[in-house]
């Protein structure tokens, strides 16, 4: 009765979605979203949603950290997780704070992106589009208040900082921001001025990248501080709408783990990139990193607490 209940609830929310019954259709899998908010009235300020794939070693560490960091819900997108993934996210799921929904097929990360805008245009003021990998919080407080500053804009850019192996082979215990440190010495990197997107869900047109939307009426994203994204030359060739001219994280950032330990970023490879790119994610990533580092200690502030959290589950 339950699975029943939640098939019923998922076919009347997305019944105007001709795009994903097509794909529904074709992989032969029945999507199913799990909704169990007490009250579907009430609007939350800021979610996130993100597709992940045979991540219950990390997904716990990851819903904690959004939760402390002032994130109302996560919309979770499963992509057929043959690991304990559903087991771990359960108790969000019965209390509402995780959405969840079983999203099967390949290369799946636009169809996902593209549900959440639609699922959460009366649901949410802000929409966080993130992976498994990237922490979002604001170095200078609180999330929710660094946002109160860009309400009129129909989305934010936000940089990430990569942190590379940190010197790990092997996958450590404990958690991902106190294990991983290490990160570009030169702050201008290139892959430092990518962006991830926090977005209006009524405002978006259309999703063309996992970096970046476009917004209806032409308008652009703007980056922390208010410069739009895309009027510039920089970043690469046809892609001005990803990148910002300089790495700025001073109110919002995102710690993207791109690789976690070796032993890691090896499975990694061999699942290949949700957005469907091609698969050389090993050797890419090692190389990158082979530049002069730091370590970046700002994510720290919330490991105490972070680790009273996920002990407690």
């Known amino acids: ?144 208040d660094s946002l109160k500053d860009f309400e009129g804009e129909s989305g934010i ?34 892959f430092n001025r990518h962006i991830k997107s926090i977005v209006d869900p009524k405002k978006v047109e259309s999703i063309n990248s996992p970096h970046y939307c476009r917004y209806k009426k032409g308008k652009l994203a703007v980056d922390e501080n208010h410069i739009p994204i895309g009027n510039g030359e920089y970043g690469v060739k046809g892609l001005r709408l990803a990148f910002t001219e300089h790495n700025s994280c001073k109110k919002l950032k995102i710690n993207h783990y791109i690789t976690k330990s070796l032993e890691d970023l090896r499975k990694k490879g061999k699942r290949g990139y949700p957005d469907g790119m091609p698969n050389n994610v090993f050797e890419e990533s090692v190389q990158r990193f082979n530049v002069p580092l730091k370590e970046d200690l700002e994510i720290q502030k919330f490991v105490p607490r972070l680790k009273e959290k996920t002990n407690e589950l």
Request: hydrophobic content about 35%; charged content about 30%; overall charge positive.
């Open 1 to 144: 009765m339950y699975r029943e209940n939640a098939k019923k609830r998922f076919r009347i929310k997305i019944s105007n979605i001709k795009t994903d019954f097509i794909n529904y259709y074709r992989f032969g899998k029945q999507r199913i979203v799990v909704d169990n908010r007490a009250d579907k009235s009430e609007k939350d300020y800021l979610a996130i949603a993100v597709i992940a794939k045979d991540e219950g070693k990390y997904v716990r560490e990851f819903v904690e950290f959004h939760l402390l960091a002032g994130v109302d819900r996560i919309y979770f997108f499963d992509n057929e997780s043959a690991d304990d993934t559903r087991k771990v996210l359960e108790p969000y799921i019965e209390t509402g704070k995780v959405i969840y929904i079983f999203f099967p097929g390949k290369n799946m990360q636009f169809p996902a992106y593209r549900f959440a805008i639609r699922y959460c245009r009366s649901y949410t003021k802000w929409l966080a589009l993130i992976d498994a990998d990237e922490f979002l919080y604001s170095p200078e407080g609180e999330l929710k």
């Open 157 to 190: 850019g936000v940089n990430w900082v990569c942190f590379g192996p940190s010197g790990h082979d092997k996958s450590p215990q404990g958690l991902v921001i106190e294990n991983y440190r290490q990160t570009f010495l030169e702050k201008d990197h290139l």
